[in-house]
């Protein structure tokens, strides 16, 4: 994955106020949801591998990321084709994530707003570079 300029300075933005874990979090989960939308599979019929291409984009925010995919055979070659489903490893990745990161707490400074709308989500536009 690759980020535009400016998801990556969201993402510094985050490290600044070491909160990376936060931007880390977004990121696997706006993943994991443009997985579940795309039903990512490839076949690999032999050792050669398999690439596809996709970009995430938040219009709102002009963030994009570009997403390569690469599937490879490994092991000895039965001469079967081998349907990867790539979509449920981006799925378990979300849930360790949820599950082993940092959680979220309250807290105020004085740089703070009660009324400020950013949101820790990615929107999406999805479409294939493929």
Not at 32 to 48: G, S, V
Not at 69 to 81: L, Q, S, T, W
Request: charged letters at 25%; glycine letters at 4%.
């Amino acid at each position: 994955m690759q980020c535009n300029e400016l998801a990556t300075k969201r993402y510094d933005d985050y490290e600044k106020q070491n909160l990376g874990w936060v931007g880390r979090s977004t990121i696997t989960e706006a993943l994991a949801d443009f997985a579940a939308k795309q039903n990512i599979q490839m076949i690999l019929r032999d050792q050669h591998p398999q690439v596809a291409k996709y970009q995430l984009a938040d219009p709102a925010l002009k963030a994009a990321y570009d997403i390569v995919i690469r599937c490879r055979r490994m092991g000895e070659d039965n001469g079967k084709d081998q349907l990867v489903n790539v979509t449920n490893y981006l799925r378990m990745i979300g849930e360790h994530v949820r599950k082993t990161a940092r959680k979220a707490t309250p807290r105020r400074t004085s740089t703070d707003t009660t009324n400020s709308s950013e949101s820790l989500t990615v929107g999406q536009t999805v479409k294939s570079l493929s």
